[in-house]
């Protein structure tokens, strides 16, 4: 049996969420609710990842809003034809190459000139608070008065 | 007629997107999305907000997921019992006083011993960009030249 010489430390977190505003979007596209329904049922199905229910809504006289939960977290966008943005937010926990499929799917659908994007870890601390409930009763009280 | 000395300078943006992890909050609360969903609909009564359509879930054996689509963008959360958190997204476009209201609204009614939070406003760049696109072609090409 071969023995694992590299370990990958992981930093312990709940989930990766893709935070991103798409510019320059064809307004076309940002208009109907359907069209945008189409790339994010399409980036779930790509993603693999576990849809539990969605909500699609379409503005007057344009503009959509959609939001997909899922049993990793959720996907969302929000659309504003008349400036050629959508706002996307893709959070899932578990693989979080599954969240950047999903982002990848989305982008190349709808093909913005420029992206703003952030990529945050979410539940980043559990592992302090943890720590913090675990510290003995005596230890955790000196470290509160010092 | 009195005429007015300060003008606000506003960035032009499309909203605002309070991202909240709650650490330390009662894990019976997180346990059932029932809790949950009671305090998501009274934050979005509170702050005067425009519900859409609501999606909640529960998780077996515990944990809840729950998203709600505003006229204004989205409210969601997401629960993990067994480490005491809830990760939060708040975001209306219109009034940002909004989001904030309802943001306090709900960490008032959970109680977290401690709140990892951003506020993110999304659509920064749609002046950028409208600039970009109201440049004259020649003056644009020269400054691409450049």
């Keep these: 049996m071969e023995v694992k010489k590299e ?12 935070i991103a505003d798409l510019y320059g979007v064809d307004p076309a596209l940002l208009a109907r609710v359907e069209n945008m329904k189409e790339i994010f049922e ?13 909500d699609y809504y379409q503005f007057r006289p344009q503009g959509a809003s959609g939001i997909i939960l899922i049993a ?9 034809p008349e400036h050629g943005l959508a706002t996307l937010d893709i959070y899932t926990c578990g693989d979080p190459e599954q969240a ?4 990848e799917y989305i ?12 990529k945050m870890e979410r539940g980043v601390s559990i592992e302090d608070e943890k ?3 675990e510290v ?5 009280e000196s470290v509160e008065v010092n």
């Design 7 to 18: 370990w990958k430390v992981m930093k312990m977190t709940v989930g990766i969420h893709i």
């Design 42 to 54: 399409g980036a779930v199905k790509y993603a693999k990842l576990s849809k539990i229910s969605s």
């Design 72 to 80: 990793e977290s959720h996907l969302s966008f929000h659309t504003w």
């Design 100 to 103: 950047e499929k999903a982002y």
């Design 107 to 118: 982008v190349e659908k709808m093909k913005p000139a420029r992206v703003d994007v952030v």
């Design 131 to 133: 720590a913090n409930i």
């Design 136 to 140: 003995p009763a005596k230890r955790k």
